[in-house]
């Protein structure tokens, strides 16, 4: 049987018709991983005797006739910057090469409670500080469509696996991107949720006022799937809404929509085919009975800047944590590092368990939060981010969504920006404006450039997230 | 354009040590994006208040007590220190 195309909800019906078990899914899925990995390299760790005990369990419980979970023997991938208990987390990084998670993310124990099969952890760039998953200190993963090509990043393994038919859906994590914009370049759906939609309790944090996990999927009905497993609120992290926040109008129509088109996100450094297949879209929408306008959004022009100090400045306090001492690399731990005391055991510890993208991030927020600069950088690029907040709710007072680009190009070639950590930045430019803000947006399929898919990104008012993917599925039938 | 001493002053707040080539690169890189980020210095930002009401800020508080946790993830946590005693981490001398 050929599981690959099956969605979360044609599985859960296979399951209960008995038409295969959830062994066998799960089976065919450790044997995708196996003959796609040595072309891909999405994960960084598979964990087949857990995946498969998982499955019998599941199995179990279809003969007992018991009462299965929303996502029942639905075998998925977890980025590796979230804790799944017995699992090694290394985020990518050298620093946790042999951390081992003594618990579960909130997120996971939601997913397991519905019976998600976890087949593994996903590759990324280190700390979730990239754009290509090239920042990885294990491994490069390529993109399915073109393994010379990137598939994004920092949840880079989370879509190629994906995208490459070896797991049903991923996690992933979104700062300023890192879900929207590799899911774009894999060509598949990747939601970043409102900022408070889902717990982060158990995500290694990078810029805790704009991370956000969400899930990547062939489908937006998957992606609603899962999102609906995971959100809601957690003790453990006083962010955390309540479901009940998350607004959904189950009856909305294409027509009528009103669709908003900010000219920021259209201008200079957007590839002409990228433009092309969005207005596209755009123009379907239109003609089904959308009312497409312009909107405006000037204070994103500088969206990039501001993300920059903001991240990395949350960064350069949160990444203190890993000093040497309580897990992770220790430089005690190397005979010949000559540690004579704690501020050498910590400047030792990280000089050489970080990489040099992190570095260059922990340096630039230690820069602009340290005293005499604090006012110049971090005050004023929070200044910023208040126009960029204001511009988004002034735009959503005309509109029901924005529709943008997720990407100004498609996948690029691997080693292409790898030196150039500015043009880096850059393919970030259309999805960092919707972290500072906090609202949440996705990225979906809209058409190819050269055998390459090209993403839409459509912005929602906070909490609208379920209208998000509402919109999306009815554009994925257009 | 930071100066190298300045570079290497950050390195020390950021409890990192840096190689003679990674100050010399750190100084380019951080040289020409902080030349990028300057950009922000065109927006007038003189209007802004921070403080202003955000749709979520709401605040979710709970008491403040203890709340007991397993003693087998304690257990997992402290195993991957690199020295304990008992229940205590060990750390080298802090005053030198």
């Known amino acids: 049987m050929d599981f690959a195309k099956k969605t979360i909800k044609e599985i859960q019906d296979g399951l209960a018709k008995k038409e295969f078990s959830a062994l066998e899914l799960c089976d065919f899925y450790l044997s995708q991983i196996k003959q796609k990995e040595k072309g891909i390299d999405a994960f960084l760790q598979v964990d087949v005797g857990g995946a498969k005990k998982q499955a019998q369990i599941i199995d179990d419980k279809i003969v007992k006739g018991e009462k299965l979970g929303s996502l029942a023997g639905v075998p998925c991938a977890i980025k590796d910057a979230i804790l799944v208990e017995g699992l090694n987390c290394t985020s990518g990084s050298k620093i946790l090469e042999n951390y081992k998670a003594p618990y579960n993310a909130t997120c996971i124990d939601r997913l397991k409670a519905q019976g998600a099969i976890i087949l593994g952890k996903t590759n990324m760039d280190e700390f979730a500080m990239g754009s290509s998953t090239e920042h990885s200190a294990f491994k490069i993963t390529k993109n399915p469509h073109n393994l010379s090509k990137v598939p994004g990043g920092s949840s880079g393994g989370s879509g190629a696996c994906v995208a490459g038919g070896e797991a049903v859906f991923a996690l992933g994590s979104d700062t300023g991107g890192s879900i929207r914009q590799p899911a774009s370049f894999c060509g598949i759906v990747g939601l970043k949720p409102s900022y408070g939609a889902v717990s982060r309790y158990g995500l290694i944090a990078y810029a805790s006022s704009l991370d956000q996990i969400g899930p990547m999927a062939k489908t ?40 908003g088109v900010p000219k920021e996100f259209f201008g200079k450094g957007l590839e002409p085919k990228t433009k092309e297949v969005i207005e596209s879209v755009i123009k379907k929408l239109e003609k089904a009975g959308s009312e497409v306008m312009d909107v405006s959004l000037p204070a994103c022009s500088f969206a990039l800047e501001c993300y920059y100090i903001i991240a990395t400045s949350q960064a350069s306090a949160n990444l203190a944590r890993f000093d040497g001492v309580r897990y992770g690399y ?82 690029f070639n691997i080693g292409e920006k790898i030196d150039d950590p500015l043009k880096m930045y850059l ?41 998000i993917l509402q919109l999306a599925k009815l554009i994925e039938k257009l | 354009m930071l100066s190298k001493e300045e570079v290497i002053n950050i390195a020390k707040l950021a409890r990192l040590e840096l190689t003679e080539k990674e100050i010399e690169k750190m100084q380019k890189d951080l040289g020409s994006i902080l030349d990028y980020i300057d950009q922000l210095n065109k927006v007038d930002v003189s209007s802004v208040e921070l403080e202003s009401k955000d749709v979520i800020s709401e605040n979710f508080l709970r008491e403040d007590v203890v709340i007991s946790q397993n003693p087998e993830t304690i257990k997992k946590m402290l195993n991957q220190a690199p020295g304990i005693e008992g229940t205590h981490i060990k750390v080298k001398e802090i005053l030198t």
Not at chain 1, 227 to 252: R, V
Not at chain 1, 436 to 459: E, F, H, K, R
Request: net charge positive; glycine share 8%.
């Open chain 1, 427 to 467: 393919s970030d430019i259309y999805t960092v404006p919707i972290n500072l803000a906090g609202v949440p947006a996705l990225s979906m399929p809209a058409g190819m450039d050269n055998g390459l898919p090209v993403g839409l990104q459509i912005i929602g008012k906070h909490f609208s997230d379920l209208n």
């Open chain 1, 220 to 259: 937006a009905q998957d992606c609603e799937d899962v999102f609906k497993t995971i959100i809601g609120s957690d003790e453990k992290d006083a962010t955390s809404f309540p479901k009940d926040k998350i607004i959904q109008n189950l009856d909305l129509k294409i027509q009528g929509l009103k669709i």
């Open chain 1, 330 to 411: 220790s430089g005690i731990k190397n005979q010949e590092s000559g540690i004579k005391n704690l501020f050498e055991v910590y400047s030792k510890t990280r000089g050489k368990g970080f990489g040099d993208e992190v570095k260059r991030r922990i340096m630039l927020g230690t820069f602009a939060l340290s005293s005499g600069y604090y006012d110049a950088y971090y005050l004023k690029a929070k200044r910023v981010q208040a126009l960029i907040k204001q511009d988004f709710q002034k735009a959503f007072k005309k509109v029901d969504f924005i529709l943008t680009p997720t990407s100004p190009f498609p996948a």
